[in-house]
């Protein structure tokens, strides 16, 4: 089994920061891509940013500037380091990711972490 554990998430105030953190777990899997996705009540689920096992990264217009992607594949774990966030960050905030097991090209998602920005 994989298992994806986030944390990081909480209450801040516009303009703030917050770190996002997904703990991937789980043999035979060969991890790739690695993503965070958010869903803001009454929208559908968005891409934020993904970064690929060569550390290529890539963000949503929305975010560029103020968030940005990392990982550290010695530990299996994704970061988002979130800057100047705005009220129209808030968002269950979900971590991706995709790879191979047993050959077969698989994707997992986490259980959401619920970030808040208040005005």
């Known amino acids: 089994q994989v298992q994806l554990v986030e944390s990081g998430g909480g209450l801040v105030q516009a303009g703030g920061s917050l770190r996002l953190s997904c703990v991937v777990s789980?043999?035979?899997?060969?991890?790739?891509?690695m993503s965070w996705y958010r869903q803001a009540p009454g929208k559908q689920r968005e891409l934020v940013a993904d970064i690929t096992n060569s550390g290529r990264e890539n963000y949503a217009d929305s975010v560029k500037g103020r968030f940005t992607i990392s990982r550290d594949n010695a530990k299996n774990t994704v970061y988002l380091q979130m800057n100047s966030l705005k009220p129209e960050d808030t968002a269950v905030y979900y971590c991706?990711?995709?790879?191979?097991?047993?050959?077969?090209?698989?994707?997992?998602w986490g259980q959401g972490t619920q970030v808040t920005v208040s005005s």
């Open positions: 991706n990711v995709q790879g191979l097991r047993f050959g077969i090209q698989l994707t997992y």
């Open positions: 789980g043999s035979f899997f060969s991890i790739n891509t």
